[in-house]
């Protein structure tokens, strides 16, 4: 047992990597308690990998203080922070590593001061905070530390064990707090998240036998040495192969591969076409990526560059690129996050000037945001998330931008982005523009049809596995066996008087058939409204459909 009552800055960078490998390991139950049963929940992805940036930071420290601990995992999350759970969990992050960083030593009352600027600071990253989720469970176990410490507790292990116990009680009752929990029968995915990092930190502090390496980053003490001598940015070989592939490769393997790449290297592209997989990566150890990529299938096509060698005579290039950056910057940019061929080409051809490939199946990162920022040269550039769940990352990439002013047009969907774009104004104000963009977005109803992926009852519909479901705006319009039933029906639910537009993007899974069929029988029910078919090519959802 530890008789510890105070916390260095190797003590905490151990329990920081602990409470990771934590989250890491429980990650694919924490997306099993997404409320929605969408084939692309993601909530334990989306906070490992936020925490798994700061971990990559951090383990490329050697021997740092307590300043410089805090500064990479801070750092390290927010850059990282993928979906709103890995945004606030960066902003928890945030909050604490302020007041810690201050101090060459945490005590009880320092991690209890570092606690409450913790909650205070998502809380307030949060526009519409919520109880029952995450931060209910960060602001109990901030309330326990606070009635430990006015209770004179002296005790580092005690205080941790308490706080841990209350903050797991706190978890249990997030379902009474919010009723779509309750009806769905989890506890909210976000605090479990939260509790699988504090357990695994706890675990660390009390000098048990966990295992705070990653076999990606660490496999053996050579490499970990050599790596973490090289910077995330100067990576020395890129690796490109295509994987033929002889077993299923969904949403999940696909997130799994990703982030295995996201530890061990940078610059990551993932396109999966026709049972093939085409993977670029710069790493310094091209091997694991190879290795993992043959789980999937044969390997076709292999590259691997050495990129300080290779790099070594390209200066005219340099040279281009910096005067590439001196010219003038114009008025407005636009970035779109997009998934499918279809949709990223609509976005282009109304005036995108940049895409980020990600969106509902893949949650782009606040990084990613900022290099898309960094790429464009515009004075004033509009973020359209085109998510719910993206809108967060992009305030975050706003908020550490300071060159140039970054606007986050806050749309929900894709159409909501393609409505917002088509209401801009080249010669109207910023201002201006922020208001007609944002009016564009809202003025569009959307339905996604996608696939249930366990039984639950949510809005007071019952789903059974593998059912189709129409989601709207605010809730799930449709369920039902049948796909084309569904999508009529969630489209039904969508129509009023003043519907002009129904227009119809089609994902990668359906044939030309099936959604020429679909629209003979739109245009059967919808004699006086116009009806479009765009092939948009996204995944995982057969139909989304925009009503205007």
């Not at 941790?160 to 116990?165: A, G, L, T, Y």
Request: charge should be negative; charged fraction near 25%.
């Amino acid at each position: 047992m530890s008789s510890t009552n105070t916390i260095d800055s190797k003590l905490l960078a151990k329990m920081f990597m602990a409470g990771a490998c934590s989250l890491e390991k429980k990650k694919e139950y924490i997306n099993e308690l997404n409320v929605f049963p969408v084939p692309d929940g993601d909530t334990g992805t989306n906070m490992t990998m936020t925490i798994m940036s700061a971990y990559k930071e951090l383990n490329n420290l050697d021997n740092p203080d307590m300043k410089a601990v805090c500064k990479a995992i801070s750092s390290g999350s927010l850059r990282g922070a993928r979906g709103n759970s890995g945004v606030i969990l960066s902003q928890l992050i945030r909050g604490f590593t302020k007041i810690a960083s201050e101090n060459n030593e945490l005590t009880i009352d320092i991690i209890t001061d570092a606690m409450h600027n913790s909650v205070l600071t998502a809380y307030k990253a949060v526009m519409k905070p919520k109880e029952g989720t995450i931060l209910t469970v960060a602001a109990g176990a901030y309330d326990k530390a606070e009635e430990l410490r006015k209770s004179g507790e002296k005790d580092l292990e005690k205080f941790f064990d308490e706080i841990i116990r209350y903050s797991d009680e706190v978890l249990l009752k997030t379902p009474d707090l919010l009723p779509v929990l309750k009806q769905a029968g989890v506890v909210d995915s976000g605090g479990q998240g939260l509790m699988e990092v504090l357990h695994g930190a706890y675990d660390a502090f009390l000098g048990k036998e966990v295992d705070t390496t990653l076999t990606p980053i660490k496999s053996n003490k050579s490499e970990a040495a050599s790596e973490a001598k090289v910077s995330e940015k100067n990576y020395t070989y890129k690796t490109e192969f295509v994987i033929v592939l002889n077993k299923s490769f969904n949403v999940k393997t696909e997130m799994d591969y990703r982030n295995y790449l996201e530890v061990i290297g940078d610059s990551i592209v993932l396109t999966v076409e026709n049972e093939k997989v085409k993977v670029h990566v710069r790493t310094d150890d091209p091997g694991l990526v190879v290795q993992r990529g043959m789980k999937f299938g044969m390997l076709t096509d292999i590259k691997i560059e050495n990129l300080k060698v290779s790099s070594l005579p390209e200066k005219p290039a340099v040279k281009e690129e910096v005067k590439a950056v001196k010219e003038e910057a114009k008025e407005f940019g636009f970035i779109a996050v997009s998934v499918g061929d279809g949709m990223s080409e609509i976005f282009k051809s109304i005036g995108a000037d940049y895409i980020i490939e990600g969106g509902q199946t893949m949650n782009p990162s606040t990084q990613d945001m900022l290099n898309a920022i960094e790429k464009v040269n515009a004075k004033h550039i509009f973020i359209l998330p085109n998510n719910k769940n993206i809108i967060m990352a992009a305030n975050q990439a706003r908020d550490l931008t300071e060159d140039k002013e970054v606007i986050v047009i806050p749309t929900k969907t894709v159409p909501q982005g393609i409505g917002a774009m088509i209401n801009f104004i080249p010669d109207a104000s910023v201002k201006d523009n922020t208001d007609n963009m944002t009016e564009g977005a809202s003025n569009v109803k959307t339905g996604q049809v996608t696939y249930a992926v366990r039984d639950t009852e949510i809005d007071d519909k019952v789903i059974q596995k593998d059912d189709y479901m129409g989601i709207g705006d605010k809730g799930i319009l449709s369920v039902g066996p049948d796909r084309d039933s569904v999508t009529k029906e969630m489209i039904a639910e969508m129509v009023d008087d003043d519907a002009s537009v129904i227009t119809v993007y089609v994902g990668s899974d359906v044939s030309e058939e099936d959604y020429n069929a679909l629209k003979a029988e739109l245009e059967e029910l919808y004699e006086d409204i116009e009806i479009e078919i765009q092939l948009g090519g996204q995944p995982i959802y057969y139909y989304i459909v925009s009503v205007e």
